[in-house]
């Protein structure tokens, strides 16, 4: 199973930073072990270059804006979108063929997603499609975490809820929610798991909003692994007391997407959305609060978890139960996708650093 120390998947799409981050100032991100520097063009498209000069290694996030070119701030060589360098200022030609890589990259909703591996396969649509993240049907919110933890154990984390039980039962978990009864659909690439709790007392973060304030409420949560770099929670409530004809479902989803900072650390973007209650400020203000409070308790337990591993050695070894097998099916995934993607290849071209 993946864990730790497995290397990273560069062949698929991660998400490089909130749309609202990238403008017209040089933006340092460190991903997949890269450093990448971001910014605008004038037409507001976004950038992403390997970020060193290929002059003397110089940051180029620690250089300047040029219109839509970036001038290196040591000796002043100056790349286009392209990563190409167009201007060497020490000389009247500037040499041929000389640059940093250029990320492809594509921006959907409020997020900016980057292609780290071969340029020749970033495919757009190969982009998990989340129309909720931009639909007018839908209320968000949104947020950060540096979370000092493996982005393996984070999706683990996201894949077996019934931690909801005892890490969060201060927060938005309940007792009744490890004990439920669940289904699991493992497919390639794609695994969940349902869970039903039914019926239920809601915690305050979902019973407020939706006024199901009794103990019949029906609370079926799908946690969902649809790339490496993206997991979808999602969650319907209704309130079991009344008839059938009469219940109002209230639908909300969770975008937890995890980018790699290093094998260790992970850029943690989360999309929170609802149906109900779109208009109403104060709503989404408390579920923000409720929500972001429930999961940094996620952040400081995955660090100490993190922190254990490190100091446990390579004889640490774990066990897992019945209920992991999503968990296990996910980490599985992981680790043949890493193993793959550094399988030799007979006739495989090198990469090189250049323009692109």
């Known amino acids: 199973m993946a864990d730790r120390s497995t290397p990273f998947i560069f062949s698929e799409w991660y998400v490089a930073a909130f749309g609202a981050e990238v403008g017209r100032s040089l933006l ?83 997020l900016i997603w980057i292609w780290m591996g071969d340029p020749q396969c970033a495919d757009e649509a190969r982009i998990p499609h989340q129309p909720w993240l931009s639909a007018a049907d839908w209320t968000r919110s949104q947020g950060y975490f540096a979370l000092s933890a493996s982005y393996v154990t984070l999706h683990e984390n996201l894949m077996d809820l019934t931690h909801l039980s005892y890490l969060h039962a201060g927060s938005f978990g309940t007792l009744d929610y490890a004990r439920s009864p669940y289904e699991t659909k493992l497919q390639d690439g794609h695994f969940t798991l349902t869970r039903r709790v039914v019926p239920t007392r809601l915690p305050p973060v979902w019973a407020q909003p939706t006024g199901i304030l009794n103990e019949q409420a029906a609370r079926i949560t799908t946690s969902e692994f649809l790339s490496p770099g993206l997991h979808l929670v999602s969650a319907v409530f209704y309130d079991t007391a009344l008839p059938a004809q009469q219940r109002r479902e209230f639908r909300i989803k969770t975008a937890h997407i995890p980018t790699p900072e290093s094998q260790t650390s992970t850029h943690y973007f989360i999309v929170h959305g609802r149906d109900f209650a779109l208009d109403q400020t104060d709503v989404t203000r408390f579920m923000h609060e409720q929500l972001f409070g429930a999961f940094q308790e996620d952040v400081v337990a995955l660090a100490a978890l993190e922190q254990v591993l490190a100091d446990a050695g390579p004889d640490a070894y774990e066990i897992s139960v019945t209920s992991d097998a999503a968990a296990v099916a996910m980490r599985r995934y992981l680790k043949r996708r890493s193993d793959e993607e550094r399988a030799p290849t007979r006739g495989a071209a090198v990469e090189t650093v250049g323009a692109t």
């Open 28 to 110: 340092k991100r460190r991903i997949l072990g890269r450093n990448i520097v971001m910014f605008r063009t004038r037409g507001g498209i976004p950038v992403a270059l390997d970020d060193r000069c290929a002059h003397r290694s110089f940051p180029l996030s620690a250089g300047k804006l040029d219109g839509d070119t970036l001038v290196c701030g040591y000796h002043g060589f100056r790349y286009d979108t392209r990563g190409d360098c167009i201007e060497v200022p020490s000389q009247v030609k500037c040499p041929q063929g000389i640059g940093v890589r250029n990320f492809a990259t594509a921006e959907r909703g409020p």
